[in-house]
């Protein structure tokens, strides 16, 4: 089992950057499966990145491809989102999730773990 627990939210304008990052406990932590999903209110939780134990398996949503960048640090047990050109569509509580059982996955319920999530509201 693994525990996820992100950080790096907050609010900024428009076109600013701003870096998530998430740490997990636990073990195997290099075997996961790691996303970035964000869920906005009243709107479904949304695939945002994967990237995959090794890191040559990336993917990331339509609306992000091009701004947010995924990466990860097996020794830190850490997983991060570098998110650039910030638009107000992008205010969400972003979440953390991992999994252990599959190579790649956008659905949301292919994950088995999940941080608490943190809070990112970009103002026009």
């Known amino acids: 089992q693994v525990q996820l627990v992100e950080s790096g939210g907050g609010s900024v304008q428009a076109g600013s950057s701003l870096t998530l990052s998430c740490v997990a406990s636990g073990e195997d932590f290099d075997m996961y499966l790691l996303a970035w999903f964000r869920q906005a209110p009243g709107k479904e939780r949304e695939f945002v990145a994967y990237?995959?134990?090794?890191?040559?398996?990336?993917s990331y949503g339509g609306s992000v491809g091009g701004r947010f960048t995924i990466s990860r640090d097996n020794g830190k047990q850490s997983v991060y989102l570098q998110m650039s050109a910030l638009r107000p569509a992008d205010t969400a509580t972003y979440y953390c999730?991992?999994?252990?059982?599959?190579?790649?996955?956008?659905?949301?319920?292919?994950?088995?773990?999940w941080g608490q999530g943190t809070q990112v509201t970009v103002s026009s």
């Open positions: 990237i995959n134990w090794s890191g040559s398996g990336i």
């Open positions: 999730a991992a999994d252990e059982t599959r190579a790649y996955s956008t659905a949301p319920d292919d994950y088995g773990y």
